[in-house]
């Protein structure tokens, strides 16, 4: 059975929202991230393994947000 055009493009747009949301949550959680790293080396009490960890996490997410907004963003040739 194949899709029709119509359901080609309805299955690519949910896809594309799909993708929208997911970047918008790791925005979300990056920003989350960041602010609790800086809370932590403010107190001066810093757990230098857990602001390592989470420092790791938050370029993770960083990979994962610039992959996503490459796959959502149509590539130009100039």
Do not use: C, W, Y
């Not at 029709?4 to 993708?19: F, I, S």
């Not at 979300?28 to 001066?44: F, M, N, Q, S, Y």
């Not at 602001?51 to 370029?59: P, T």
Request: hydrophobic share 40%; no cysteine.
């Amino acid at each position: 059975m194949t899709d029709t055009p119509d359901q080609e493009l309805d299955d690519k747009a949910a896809e594309e929202a799909e993708m929208h949301a997911l970047l918008t949550n790791l925005k979300e959680e990056h920003r989350r991230v960041d602010i609790e790293i800086k809370a932590l080396e403010e107190t001066g009490v810093v757990d230098v393994l857990k602001v390592r960890r989470l420092k790791k996490i938050k370029l993770s997410m960083k990979d994962q947000i610039v992959f996503l907004e490459n796959q959502l963003t149509p590539d130009i040739i100039a």
